[in-house]
């Protein structure tokens, strides 16, 4: 059943009914809908009996488009969501015309000198803060929404006044006959302005995943209880005498937390905001003190998250020579530079300036062995499918020992960039890719590939490894050259995943004895960290138990790990770590092996340098062409009733060529009339396109 047809609901099934509002925006060319990746995966595969799935539908501008003019009117404009969300995709929302004003009620609110507007807290309000248990003054607990009505009651006595409040409140509770409850949605009601008093003790904040995903949109967790909140507190206030602009009666409106009445007071020049009196003891969440910079903990901690996020990504810029951030901030290149240990040269300063680090041009560093400080070469800044055809092709090597296969780190190491090492992190000027060394545990190669959906994985066996005693390692692309810093921040989400699955390392069994039937991941520890070296694919000592798998390879959907959307997603707190103790240099710690060990395994690499020798011969756009023509190939010799899965495969394919999305579009297109249903294949174009965003995500949806 096509998503068309549950939209479209011709003959009223029930289901389709429940099914159909999704669906018509999912194919709608006016909505864009997200969805949380890794719980959308577990509804495909069926990994968990009775999941819900939580969308969430962004309105698109080109809903606008073909008209002259669109006029929006609203109340607080400015604070609502849809100016918000607009903003921050950079649209620009001009002021009507000083013709339209003329029918406007008024412009600005008037007679703000007689309205009061009093508060019960300082905290942020909701309903868990409502019912907490506080110590009454006449001894004893007691819920503080009680010690709330008698404040109200004192202050109203028998005035009569308007009250707004949740629905799992009752109609009586404040216990007073001339006390009127509004409609949980009171806009545009008119028949209630002769009350000068209303109390709003509405409780309306979003679920914690709404915040996480309006921020991914560029909208802050201030300006969503803004929209949702207060401006809903605001629209209470207005059914009172304050609609009116020729009553100048006192009126007196009660919130419930500061911000809020500070918020409404702006709106109403001359209005006096005061604590409400006779509320006794108050619950805090936090300690008394100075007025924060922040409403709250969860914005101070979102701030330092998108300031750090910030110096990730300019941290790429400077690496990858790009100007994403740093194009936005200027002030803000040298400032990052300055903290990056990529850009600090302790000998040759003086003779080279500053700066040092070249332009990323490599992929990592390959050494003769792990006692070797000298770099047996870089390898070229390749494209992924010749980057893992080299890995392949040494996978086929049989080698007497391991310590013949050579060594291999993603870093690119400049040996004369620090004084006291050669190999560590301080020689470190840029990193592509992410290696991974499993020793042995619960986790599966199969079972690590499962936990990301959306990540190319290359595993392959260790020397060591038999069926019995599992040994591999793994290599994930990255979609540019990275930092330190960012290679740490992609490696603890990686761990977190894992942690998440009921997966952990040994130094963590360690540290937490509490943990019930713990599984080992079997991930070498020491090994996350960026100056790691890895012995390069060989046959393992019993060549029959030897396998390599591309995880990617024949599941389209996979890509490269986009490091900007793990960035922007990240799902760590963001917090401080303590600086990172650099590596010893093994070349110094030991012995040097004897000249001829060390010229037998030279020889035995010759082949290895020749490659890497040969792979700078050919340039990168002959290597695009290359990869694009076998792609066509493919494609057009797919045979009868394989369309669709090949056509997703051929956009794939150009995506991993290094197409742009305007260029894959055009070669879809182009080769959609070598399809045997041409008009199908181009109506598959949007989705296609749409799916490759997902690639090389963590498992959540494209900003979210």
């Not at 849809?82 to 001009?94: C, M, T």
């Not at 907490?132 to 006449?138: F, G, R």
């Not at 390749?382 to 080698?399: K, S, W």
């Not at 093994?586 to 490659?611: F, H, Q």
């Amino acid at each position: 059943m096509s998503l068309s047809k549950i939209a479209r609901n011709k003959h009223r099934d029930e289901l389709y009914d429940v099914l159909g509002p999704v669906a018509d925006r999912v194919i709608s060319e006016k909505w864009d809908v997200y969805v949380h990746q890794d719980r959308f995966e577990r509804m495909l595969t069926g990994r968990k009996a009775s999941a819900s799935l939580m969308t969430y539908s962004l309105l698109k501008p080109q809903v606008f488009e073909g008209f002259a003019r669109t006029i929006v009117a609203s109340a607080c404009f400015e604070d609502t969501m849809f100016y918000r969300l607009f903003a921050a995709q950079g649209i620009d929302l001009k002021p009507v015309g000083k013709s339209l004003h003329r029918d406007l009620r008024y412009e600005r609110h008037e007679n703000g000198e007689h309205i009061t507007i009093f508060y019960v807290s300082e905290e942020a309000w909701s309903k868990t803060y409502r019912d907490k248990l506080v110590e009454a003054e006449s001894g004893g607990s007691v819920q503080f929404c009680d010690i709330i009505r008698a404040g109200v009651g004192d202050l109203f006595c028998d005035d009569p006044f308007l009250w707004m409040g949740n629905k799992d409140i009752e109609d009586d509770f404040f216990n007073q006959p001339r006390a009127q409850r509004l409609p949980n949605t009171p806009h545009g009601l008119n028949g209630f302005q002769s009350f000068h008093n209303i109390v709003v003790l509405s409780a309306l904040n979003a679920p914690p995943a709404h915040f996480h995903f309006m921020e991914g949109q560029g909208v802050s967790g201030e300006e969503m209880r803004t929209a949702h909140y207060r401006t809903a507190v605001y629209q209470a206030v207005m059914r009172s005498s304050i609609r009116n602009p020729a009553d100048t009666t006192p009126k007196r409106v009660v919130v419930m937390d500061r911000a809020t009445a500070e918020w409404l007071a702006d709106l109403f020049p001359g209005a006096k905001v005061e604590p409400l009196p006779g509320m006794g003891v108050v619950p805090r969440k936090g300690k008394p003190g100075r007025r924060r910079k922040h409403d709250s903990a969860a914005d101070k901690t979102r701030a330092y998250r998108e300031s750090q996020k910030r110096k990730y990504l300019a941290e790429l810029d400077l690496i990858n020579g790009t100007s994403l951030v740093v194009g936005k901030y200027p002030w803000f290149d040298e400032e990052v530079r300055s903290q990056m240990s990529e850009f600090r040269c302790d000998e040759n300063t003086s003779k080279k300036g500053d700066y040092v680090t070249q332009k990323p041009s490599t992929s990592g560093t390959a050494f003769v062995s792990v006692f070797d400080n000298v770099p047996l070469a870089h390898l070229s800044d390749t494209d992924d499918e010749g980057y893992i055809a080299f890995l392949r092709d040494l996978h086929g090597r049989v080698l007497a020992q391991k310590e013949n296969a050579g060594v291999f780190s993603p870093a690119h190491f400049d040996p004369d960039k620090a004084a006291e090492t050669k190999r560590g992190l301080d020689n470190i000027t840029h990193l592509r890719g992410i290696w991974l060394d499993n020793d042995g545990g619960d986790l599966s190669h199969a079972e690590f590939a499962r936990l990301f959906p959306y990540l190319r994985i290359v595993t392959w066996n260790t020397y060591s490894h038999t069926p019995e005693k599992p040994r591999w390692r793994g290599f994930i692309p990255t979609t540019c050259a990275m930092s330190i810093e960012v290679h740490r921040l992609i490696m603890a989400q990686i761990e977190w995943v894992l942690n998440r699955e009921g997966y952990w390392g040994k130094k963590q069994i360690a540290k937490r004895p509490g943990l019930k039937s713990p599984l080992c991941h079997g991930f070498d520890e020491s090994k996350f960290n960026a100056a790691s070296l890895f012995y390069l694919p060989c046959q393992a000592r019993d060549p029959k138990d030897s396998f390599f798998i591309d995880y990617g390879a024949g599941d389209p959907k996979r890509g490269p790990l986009d490091l900007h959307l793990w960035i922007e997603n990240c799902i760590l707190d963001l917090r401080p770590d303590p600086a990172p103790e650099t590596l010893p240099d093994l070349a110094k710690a030991v012995e040097p092996v004897t000249t001829v060990i060390a010229a037998n395994i030279s020889d035995r690499l010759g082949a290895l340098r020749d490659k890497l020798l040969a792979e700078r011969t050919l340039s990168h756009s002959e290597r695009c062409d290359i990869r694009i023509n076998e792609a066509v190939k493919c494609w057009r010799s797919t045979p009868a009733g394989m369309g669709h899965d090949a056509f997703f495969a051929l956009g794939a394919a150009l995506h991993r060529a290094g197409l742009e999305e305007a260029e894959i579009k055009a070669k879809l297109y182009e080769e959609a009339a070598f399809a045997n249903s041409p008009r199908e294949r181009r109506d598959e174009i949007r989705d296609i396109l749409k799916s490759l965003h997902r690639r090389g995500t963590l498992g959540k949806a494209k900003r979210w």
